[in-house]
């Protein structure tokens, strides 16, 4: 008989931050178990080492006696079971850092992330499990598990398990019914929240993302989780749930209301892509160490670029204003001179040491799999569109993927991959392998676009200065500070350094970001200026000579007179009636 394991996750005293946790196991059969606490989590790939917040690891029998512990590795603790065939382990974590990856306890809620928890029983993480939360009077627990006749939370396996973050405290729970299916809203913090409003667009974003997917919700019960407070940010994608963070002011003006629900769609595209449509080693997972996939720009490319699409499908936002989000990331793109570094693969494959550990040089040697995965999704889309007379589209490449390998659980491989993109999508998918995925080739995106009757136009920012630098800059208590120096711009020619204070140009004294910008407006390309700035401590000076202005806008507007295709396409793409 397998054994039968039940965690308890406990907020007795929230303001020292600490959760207690208890794992105990029956039916055990062998001379010793291994716990092991995961090193990451799954949709944020970075190693973050969770096991050094756990306190006071112990075990004993049911009846209280110890048992020996021995800690083999920094995440793995063995119990000495001395013949003794159940047990329980009991330990704390310390929880004080609120991000959607990880969590945090105070005297207002208890947040946690699975991973962060939960330790696993080596060698069984495919059995079934269950879950109690104890938490101080008052206080109410969501989380998107169903719960058996005694009030325990149960979950399928350990995957499951921690893949469903709870909110437990004094947060507002909204309802709402969406394709005949509950959903929820955790709703911690305040600010200028409308909750109608919210349960209305996030019905509203359910059954749009759900459309794509013929309408159809591949779960039983969804649970939001939405965190408000000061300069928050980020998601989370979980199998039934997510996890938001926005600032707590984020609801007006609408500009400011549109990111949260670019965030929501895109976070909740990820019930079909990421969570079910994934990559075949994302799933079941080896918490304790990295897990490389080329295919990220896949998962979070095609979804950041179907938030957009989906926000305009959904009638969120009008035709012009998602032109211009997509205008903003071609800008975006095309500002960073690492995209022409690094391939998309490697910015896969290298999320773990480089994406999630940006440096002051990562804007000139890499380049996001978010933002250029999403721009190859909208060549790819478009391209299919165009050689199909718009009989079929990158949606139709999500809904196979959907049916034939989410649906079934199954993960899939490159090679597999681009053997559908090629037969679903009836194009050549090779050249955008060698060019665009292995390759460092600019985007053609001026092509792509004019395939949907646009024209793409760059231009200098009116009013900004004519003269480039190639310096990124940031203020602090101390005045201007260089951020990042860019490839084979005039500062690095000058010897400029991320890091500098910069004092004074030409003699006089850099009193902010704004007068700097005010005297790059007086000069020209190819004349000299003068730089004073601290580096080290030390005072140094250091001449530049301007280049020419780097285009920093860009336009995508529709043709006068678009083609019939054209027409289609871009009416067909952007879900206009």
Same mark, same amino acid.
């Given at each position: 008989?397998?054994?039968q394991?039940e965690?308890?996750?406990?907020?007795?005293? /929230? %303001?020292?931050?600490?959760?207690?946790?208890?794992?105990?196991? *029956?039916?055990w059969?062998?001379?010793?178990?291994?716990?092991v606490?995961?090193?990451?989590?799954?949709?944020?790939?970075?190693?973050?080492e969770?096991?050094?917040?756990? $306190?006071g690891? *112990?075990?004993?029998?049911?009846?209280?006696?110890?048992?020996?512990v021995?800690?083999?590795s920094?995440?793995?603790?063995r119990?000495e079971?001395?013949?003794?065939?159940a047990?329980?382990?009991?330990?704390?974590?310390?929880?004080?850092?609120?991000?959607?990856?990880? @969590?945090h306890?105070?005297?207002?809620?208890g947040?946690?992330?699975?991973?962060?928890?939960?330790?696993?029983l080596?060698?069984y993480k495919e059995?079934?499990?269950?879950?109690r939360?104890?938490?101080?009077?008052?206080?109410?627990?969501s989380i998107?598990?169903?719960?058996?006749?005694?009030g325990?939370?149960?979950?399928?396996?350990y995957d499951?398990?921690?893949?469903? /973050?709870?909110?437990?405290?004094?947060?507002?729970?909204?309802?709402?019914?969406?394709?005949?299916?509950?959903? %929820?809203?955790?709703l911690?913090?305040?600010?200028?929240e409308?909750?109608? #409003?919210?349960?209305?667009?996030?019905?509203?974003?359910?059954?749009?993302?759900? %459309?794509?997917?013929?309408?159809?919700?591949?779960?039983e019960r969804?649970?939001?989780?939405?965190?408000?407070g000061?300069?928050?940010?980020?998601?989370?994608?979980?199998r039934?749930?997510t996890?938001?963070?926005?600032?707590?002011?984020t609801?007006t003006?609408?500009s400011?209301?549109?990111?949260?629900?670019?965030?929501a769609?895109?976070e909740?595209?990820h019930?079909?892509?990421?969570?079910?449509?994934?990559?075949h080693?994302?799933?079941?997972f080896?918490?304790?160490?990295?897990?490389?996939?080329?295919?990220?720009?896949?998962m979070e490319?095609?979804?950041?670029?179907?938030d957009?699409?989906l926000?305009?499908?959904a009638?969120f936002?009008?035709?012009r204003?998602?032109?211009?989000?997509?205008?903003?990331?071609?800008?975006?793109?095309?500002?960073?001179?690492?995209r022409?570094?690094? @391939?998309?693969?490697?910015? @896969?494959?290298?999320?773990w040491?480089?994406?999630?550990?940006?440096?002051e040089?990562?804007?000139?040697?890499?380049?996001?799999?978010?933002?250029k995965?999403?721009?190859?999704?909208?060549?790819?889309?478009?391209?299919?569109r165009?050689?199909?007379?718009?009989?079929k589209?990158?949606?139709?490449?999500?809904?196979?993927?959907?049916?034939?390998?989410?649906?079934?659980?199954v993960?899939?491989?490159?090679e597999?991959?681009?053997?559908v993109?090629?037969?679903v999508?009836?194009?050549?998918?090779?050249?955008?392998?060698?060019?665009?995925?292995?390759?460092?080739?600019?985007?053609p995106?001026? $092509?792509a676009?004019e395939? #949907?009757?646009l024209?793409?136009?760059?231009?200098? *920012?009116?009013?900004? /200065?004519?003269g480039?630098t190639?310096?990124?800059?940031?203020?602090d #208590?101390?005045?201007?500070?260089?951020?990042?120096?860019?490839?084979? @711009?005039?500062a690095?020619?000058?010897?400029l350094?991320?890091?500098?204070?910069?004092l004074?140009?030409?003699?006089?004294e850099?009193?902010?970001e704004?007068?700097?910008t #005010?005297?790059l407006?007086?000069?020209?390309?190819? %004349?000299?200026i003068?730089?004073?700035l601290?580096?080290?401590?030390?005072?140094?000076?250091?001449s530049?000579?301007?280049?020419?202005?780097?285009?920093d806008?860009?336009?995508l507007?529709?043709?006068e007179?678009?083609?019939?295709?054209? *027409?289609?396409i871009?009416?067909?793409?952007?879900?206009?009636?």
């Open positions: 008989m397998p054994p394991i965690y308890t996750i406990s907020m007795l005293r /929230p %303001e020292t931050h600490r959760f207690q946790l208890t794992v105990e196991v *029956r039916e059969e062998g001379a010793h178990a291994d716990l606490l995961p090193a990451w989590t799954p949709g944020s790939y970075l190693i973050r969770f096991a050094r917040h756990v $306190e690891f *112990r075990a004993e029998t049911l009846d209280g006696a110890p048992l020996p021995t800690r083999l920094k995440a793995t603790w119990v079971m001395g013949g003794e065939r047990f329980r382990a009991r330990y704390e974590v310390y929880a004080n850092e609120l991000t959607v990856r990880t @969590s306890l105070d005297a207002t809620h947040y946690f992330n699975g991973t962060n928890v939960f330790t696993y080596d060698g059995q079934p499990v269950t879950l939360i104890e938490a101080p009077e008052g206080w109410r627990a998107a598990l169903p719960q058996d006749e005694k325990r939370y149960e979950a399928a396996n499951i398990l921690v893949d469903s /973050p709870g909110e437990v405290g004094t947060h507002r729970v909204l309802h709402f019914e969406a394709l005949g299916k509950p959903h %929820e809203v955790a911690w913090g305040t600010g200028n409308d909750e109608g #409003a919210l349960r209305r667009d996030l019905k509203q974003v359910a059954e749009g993302v759900a %459309e794509m997917f013929g309408s159809e919700l591949p779960y969804y649970l939001f989780i939405v965190h408000l000061d300069r928050l940010s980020g998601g989370l994608e979980h039934d749930s996890t938001l963070a926005v600032d707590r002011w609801f003006p609408r400011e209301y549109e990111k949260f629900l670019r965030l769609v895109h909740f595209f019930v079909w892509n990421v969570k079910r449509i994934r990559p080693n994302l799933g079941p080896d918490y304790t160490q990295e897990v490389y996939t080329p295919l990220l720009w896949v490319g095609f979804t950041t670029y179907y957009v699409i926000l305009r499908r009638g936002i009008s035709e204003r998602c032109l211009e989000m997509l205008a903003e990331r071609i800008g975006s793109y095309r500002q960073q001179p690492g022409l570094v690094q @391939s998309l693969e490697e910015s @896969s494959l290298t999320a040491t480089k994406f999630y550990r940006q440096d040089n990562y804007i000139n040697t890499g380049i996001s799999y978010y933002v995965g999403g721009l190859v999704a909208l060549m790819l889309d478009l391209e299919i165009a050689r199909t007379e718009n009989r589209s990158l949606d139709d490449v999500l809904r196979y993927l959907w049916q034939e390998c989410g649906r079934r659980d993960g899939f491989t490159g597999q991959f681009e053997q993109v090629t037969r999508g009836e194009i050549e998918f090779e050249p955008y392998l060698r060019r665009f995925l292995r390759g460092v080739e600019e985007l995106l001026e $092509e676009v395939r #949907a009757g024209r793409l136009g760059s231009h200098v *920012r009116e009013g900004g /200065p004519r480039w190639g310096l990124l800059l940031k203020s #208590a101390g005045g201007v500070v260089v951020k990042n120096v860019l490839r084979d @711009s005039p690095e020619a000058g010897g350094m991320a890091g500098d204070r910069l004074a140009i030409d003699g006089y850099i009193r902010d704004k007068f700097l #005010a005297r407006r007086e000069r020209e390309p190819g %004349e000299s003068t730089l004073h601290f580096r080290y401590g030390l005072l140094m000076e250091r530049i000579v301007l280049g020419e202005a780097m285009p806008s860009v336009t507007r529709p043709v007179n678009p083609s019939p295709l054209q *027409r289609r871009y009416e067909s793409w952007l879900g206009r009636a």
